[in-house]
């Protein structure tokens, strides 16, 4: 089960990777973290795990930098794409950790049940041995 989540986890990287190429990368506007695929994959594990994400944003908004050539519509569509990235990759990552508390919950169930039924003892099909039985 983990690993087709280990799947959705690379897909969902590996469609804004190529993405994000295809958006920021032609555009020429230093430095861009977009170049290639494996600079794009690294650059979503920064902007997933948090690590100075804003500044990413920023850098590829062109946001401090007078006289940047860099397209105008980056004023919408890169926030746009770094919140839909984020909230989708934390979306699936707590559904992920969900299903392993739901999981682990069903088998601390089972594993209580079956102790109960071995601790306590059973009446049903003992027979009560009496002195006399015991003794033939």
Do not use: H
């Not at 990413?56 to 006289?67: A, F, N, V, Y």
């Not at 397209?71 to 990552?93: D, G, K, N, Q, R």
């Amino acid at each position: 089960m983990a690993l087709e989540f280990i799947y959705f986890f690379f897909a969902l990287f590996f469609f804004y990777a190529v993405m994000g190429m295809e958006l920021f990368a032609q555009l020429g506007c230093p430095p861009s973290s977009f170049k290639n695929f494996g600079s794009s994959f690294f650059t979503l594990c920064e902007v997933f795990t948090g690590n100075n994400w804003i500044k990413i944003l920023t850098d590829i908004q062109g946001i401090g930098r007078p006289g940047d050539a860099c397209s105008p519509y980056l004023a919408w569509v890169a926030p746009l794409y770094f919140i839909s990235f984020v909230t989708c990759a934390w979306f699936l990552l707590l559904t992920v950790i969900g299903i392993v508390l739901a999981i682990s919950e069903l088998a601390l169930q089972d594993s209580l049940q079956e102790y109960r039924q071995w601790s306590s003892p059973s009446v049903e099909g003992t027979e009560a041995v009496s002195p006399t039985t015991a003794t033939d």
